[in-house]
């Protein structure tokens, strides 16, 4: 079994910055890629960042720039640092690590941009 805890969320005034963390338990290996999304209220979930197991990462358009993945391998665990932070960035923000052998979902940590 694999669990991923998120944490680092919270209220930022706009132009501000968060660190989120992911850290995953269990039996890890065999990791492809670690990847974040968010789901703003009303809306579908989309795609935020992803980092390959070889360091290679990309970005959505709308967080290019801004948001910097970043994963250490000892610890087991993504970071995603978010800066300039705008009011549309308000979501709640889930971390999926896409091993060999499954894709494994955190529960979602809050984001909550204020202008």
């Known amino acids: 079994q694999v669990q991923l805890v998120e944490s680092g969320g919270g209220l930022v005034q706009a132009g501000g910055s968060l660190r989120l963390s992911c850290a995953a338990s269990?039996?890890?290996?065999?990791?492809?890629?670690m990847a974040w999304y968010r789901q703003a209220p009303g809306k579908q979930r989309e795609w935020v960042a992803t980092?390959?197991?070889?360091?290679?990462?990309n970005y959505a358009d709308s967080v290019k720039g801004r948001f910097a993945i970043s994963r250490d391998n000892a610890k087991n665990t993504v970071y995603l640092q978010m800066n300039s932070l705008k009011t549309e960035d308000t979501a709640v923000y889930y971390c999926t690590f896409v091993m060999n052998y499954g894709n494994y979902w955190g529960q979602g940590t809050q984001v909550t941009v204020s202008s």
């Open positions: 980092i390959t197991s070889s360091g290679m990462t």
């Open positions: 269990g039996s890890i290996f065999s990791i492809n890629h």
